[in-house]
C-alpha cells in the first residue's frame, strides 16, 4: 500500500509541477464535441480533471482497501485476545484440578502412612506383649529351677553335714546317696 501511495503522490506532483511549467498552454480554449453536445472549456482544466479523477478513484481505492485491512487486524486481535483468555481460563482451571489431585493423594498418603504406622504400633505393642509374657514365663521356669536346686542343695548339704557328723561318729555314707550327688 505504501510503494502505490508513494507511485501516486510522485505522480500528482509531477502532474502539478508540468502544469504549473505550461499554465498558458493550459489556459487555452478548446472545442470539444460530445456525441449530444459540443463544450468549448480550457485544456488545462480538462487535463487536470482527467489525471485527477483516476488519482482520486486510487487513492479512495486505496485507503478503503487499507480500512478493510485494519478492520481485519482489529478483528483478529479481538479473536487472539479471546483465545489467549480461554486459554487462560482453561490453564487456570486445569492447575486447579491438578492442585485437588495432588491434594487428594497426598491425603491418601497421609492416611495409609497414619494406618501402616497405627498398625505397626499396634503389631509392636503386641510383640512386646508376647515377648513380656514369654520372658514372664522364662522367669518363673527359672525361679522354679532355681528353687529346685536351692532346694536339692540344701538337700545335699544337709545330707553331706549329716554324713560327715556320722562320719566321725559311724559308717561311710550309701552308693544310692553318691548318685543323687551327682543329680545335683
Known amino acids: 500500500m505504501r510503494g502505490r501511495l ?4 510522485v505522480l500528482l506532483v509531477l502532474g502539478a509541477l508540468v502544469a504549473a ?9 478548446l472545442r470539444l464535441e460530445f456525441l449530444l453536445a459540443t463544450v468549448e472549456t480550457a485544456v488545462g482544466w480538462l487535463v487536470l480533471v482527467v489525471a485527477l479523477l483516476p488519482a482520486l478513484v486510487l487513492l479512495l481505492a486505496g485507503l478503503l482497501d487499507q480500512a478493510r485491512a485494519l478492520r481485519r ?4 486481535e479481538r479473536r487472539l485476545e479471546e483465545a489467549r483468555a480461554a486459554a487462560e481460563r482453561t ?5 486447579d484440578a491438578l492442585a485437588q489431585e495432588i491434594d487428594g493423594r497426598i491425603n491418601a498418603l497421609r492416611a495409609t502412612l497414619e494406618g501402616l504406622q497405627q498398625g505397626g504400633e499396634a503389631r509392636l505393642e503386641a510383640r512386646l506383649d508376647g515377648l513380656e509374657a514369654q520372658l514372664a514365663e522364662g522367669f518363673e521356669g527359672v ?3 532355681v528353687v529346685l536346686v536351692r532346694d536339692e542343695l540344701a538337700a545335699d548339704i544337709a545330707e553331706a553335714e549329716d554324713a560327715l557328723l556320722r562320719g566321725r561318729a559311724g559308717p561311710a555314707p550309701a552308693a544310692d546317696d553318691a548318685d543323687d550327688v551327682d543329680d545335683a
Do not use: C, G
Not at 508513494?6 to 503522490?9: E, F, I, K
Not at 511549467?21 to 480554449?29: A, F, H, I
Open 143 to 145: 525361679r522354679e529351677r
Open 73 to 76: 487486524v482489529d478483528a483478529l
Open 21 to 29: 511549467l505550461n499554465w498558458e498552454s493550459m489556459r487555452t480554449p
Open 6 to 9: 508513494l507511485l501516486l503522490t
Open 91 to 95: 490453564r487456570s482451571a486445569e492447575i
